[in-house]
């Protein structure tokens, strides 16, 4: 069965601190990949997306993400966080239906 | 914001209770898909269809039933509600499945007493 797994459940940075978040998927065929954020009380909104082509992917909000076939990968990064960051982020992914990870809290502290 | 419209977007209701959510697009995309979300969990797939009267299970199926008439609406049924199908339902559409993002509606905090 195809799965994303995230490897963090809460982060809390303070503003400026860069900003790294793992997510590694398990299925095989085409990989497409996803993060999308929740802020709180809201719905999701898709951050940025991988289908083939440069693995390094740029998304809104300065955000960017590296995907690594090797490690099965897809990791988010910031190199800068500010308060408004403050959300739930999501990696997501499949290649038949769309699976997601369970989600990850950032707070940041201004 | 993507044309998607959750209803009710509140509801309380009791244990044994049927209870139908809606979701209604506005663009005309082929794939619909239903997630549940709750802490620690994440959002975990209900069910999600492909097309008119094309439907398929998701990873949390059970008590939980689909149906797609049209290209524009997706409901799904919990036939007898309980305890732990309270959670936060969301609606969400792409134009050919995952090789697509996904839109999402506003959510549905479903509620069962």
């Known amino acids: 069965a195809q799965s994303v797994s995230q490897h963090n459940h809460h982060v809390i940075l303070s503003e400026a601190a860069s900003l790294e978040l793992g997510c590694n998927y398990s299925y095989g065929g085409t990989v497409n990949l996803f993060w999308y954020v929740q802020y709180p009380g809201q719905h999701l909104q898709l951050l940025l997306k991988?289908?083939?082509?440069?693995?390094l992917v740029k998304g809104i909000k300065g955000f960017e993400a590296e995907f690594i076939k090797s490690k099965f990968s897809f990791n988010l990064r910031k190199p800068s966080v500010q308060w408004s960051d403050t959300a739930e982020y999501f990696c997501?992914?499949?290649?038949?239906?769309?699976?997601f990870g369970k989600g990850m809290k950032l707070t940041v502290n201004p | 914001d993507a044309g998607i419209t959750q209803s009710p977007r509140h509801k309380v209701t009791e244990t044994g209770t049927p209870v139908t959510l809606r979701c209604h697009q506005t663009e005309n995309h082929r794939y619909m898909y239903w997630y549940r979300q709750d802490p620690g969990h994440g959002l975990r797939l209900i069910h999600y269809?492909?097309?008119?009267?094309?439907?398929d299970k998701g990873e949390v199926s059970d008590g939980y039933s689909v149906s797609r008439s049209k290209t524009e609406d997706f409901l799904l049924t919990l036939e007898s509600a309980t305890s732990s199908q309270t959670s936060v339902y969301f609606c969400?559409?792409?134009?050919?499945?995952?090789?697509?993002?996904?839109?999402f509606g506003q959510g549905t905090r479903l509620t069962v007493v």
């Open positions: 997501a992914g499949g290649s038949e239906k769309l699976v």
């Open positions: 969400a559409i792409s134009p050919r499945g995952v090789n697509t993002e996904a839109f």
């Open positions: 269809s492909y097309g008119v009267k094309d439907t």
């Open positions: 991988y289908f083939s082509g440069d693995p």
